[in-house]
């Protein structure tokens, strides 16, 4: 599997926005990046995915370098909610392929 | 809501007896399910793939015959683990694929806390 690099912890202020980077420098063409997150005692959760292109939902937004070797997960206004694990994975998109998960960036929001 | 349910969400045991822990996809079916186990402070491990209908492959490392995964039916897999010893306890956690939401969404389980006296 295609091995994914994130920094350990990371923090941020309260309602501000959070960039949360990470480096995928052997993708494969077929391999899709997907943010999960862990908040404490939980399971994980989806939190969004893409291919090629930026991509916007709910909850973040997903910025992915042109060359694909690097993403970028940005929650817009952080809120004490999004204290987690972030964890980036590359998975190719056919069928019931596991994903594995590295060690993910632990997110502290400051009140 | 959650799509994925486990059961049960903490469980404590005595060393030397067997624990099941139940995994249900509750609004779609599941051809394949994954259970994981989660230590403190650190990550996801994966420790199988539940397969409907057939055996589970495991991970390398991972004792088949101590920790049993049945997976009867597009909804429910199960894992057991047999003989458990205080170094079992951890966060057991399964996750499922939804393939009608377009095969890319892999929704988990809240999982459960197993510990081991």
């Known amino acids: 599997d295609a091995k994914t690099t994130q920094p350990n912890s990371m923090e941020s202020n309260e309602e501000e926005p959070v960039h949360l980077p990470c480096n995928h420098s052997t993708i494969s063409g077929t391999d899709y990046i997907h943010w999960y997150r862990q908040l404490p005692s939980q399971g994980p959760e989806y939190v969004i995915h893409g291919l090629t292109s930026n991509v916007n939902n709910r909850m973040a937004s997903l910025a992915i370098a042109e060359d694909r070797k690097s993403s970028t997960l940005i929650l817009h206004r952080a809120t004490l909610r999004d204290a987690a694990v972030y964890y980036c994975i590359l998975r190719v998109n056919f069928g019931n392929e596991k994903l594995t998960f590295g060690t993910g960036t632990r997110l502290t929001i400051i009140p | 809501g959650a799509v994925v349910s486990q059961h049960p969400s903490r469980v404590i045991c005595k060393s030397g007896t067997s624990v099941k822990i139940e995994c249900r996809s509750l609004?779609?079916?599941?051809?394949?399910m994954f259970w994981y186990r989660q230590f403190p402070k650190q990550s996801l491990m994966l420790m199988a793939t539940?397969?409907?209908?057939?055996?589970?492959?495991?991970e390398q490392g991972v004792e088949k015959d101590k920790f049993l995964i049945n997976h009867a039916s597009l909804t429910l897999s199960t894992l057991t683990v047999t003989s458990a010893h205080p170094e079992d306890s951890s966060f057991y956690i399964c996750?499922?694929?939804?393939?009608?939401?377009?095969?890319?969404?892999?929704?988990f389980g809240e999982g459960s806390w197993l510990t081991v006296v």
């Open positions: 996750s499922a694929r939804d393939g009608a939401k377009g095969g890319n969404t892999i929704y």
């Open positions: 609004d779609f079916q599941a051809t394949t």
């Open positions: 539940s397969n409907e209908g057939s055996k589970a492959t495991y």
